[in-house]
């Protein structure tokens, strides 16, 4: 097999980015645009939706959307390795920035301890972890066979 090719993505990976990681997304999508304001109270309780804010979320919305499309589509279409760990890359970026507004959320709040967090916290920041973790763990090769050295040729 080739190791610039999709066919070496161990089972667990091809499975989630190809079906996992889109319905995440959608899921994104239905809160952004549907239910912001089970949004806001997932991450900041005591707050509320600003309707005057419906930019930001239709863009957080549609992004989602973006995201959730991509994920479907591009796994299935390319069987290219490198363009797999770009976006899968991209994505990591994206999780790390939502680990990082999740904990200065909680910091503005005075919940940083594990024990004022409520059940939407921990999904959430469960599910950021997980997906950092398993794309993380992706772009390291974790899973991989490894790359057997080719056979020398006898003169």
Known sequence: MATNSASIVPGFYSFFFKNLDPLVALWGVY????????AIKAAAPASSYDQNQIFLFHQAGGLALAVAVVSAVLPR???DLGVWRIFQFALFLSDLAGLSGIYHSLANQGRLSPSSWTSDDKGLAGCYVMLTLIRGLFLLGAGFAKPTAPAKKSA
Not at 31 to 38: E, G, I, Q, R
């Open 77 to 79: 279409y390319s069987q």
């Open 31 to 38: 809160l952004n645009f549907v239910d912001p304001d089970a």
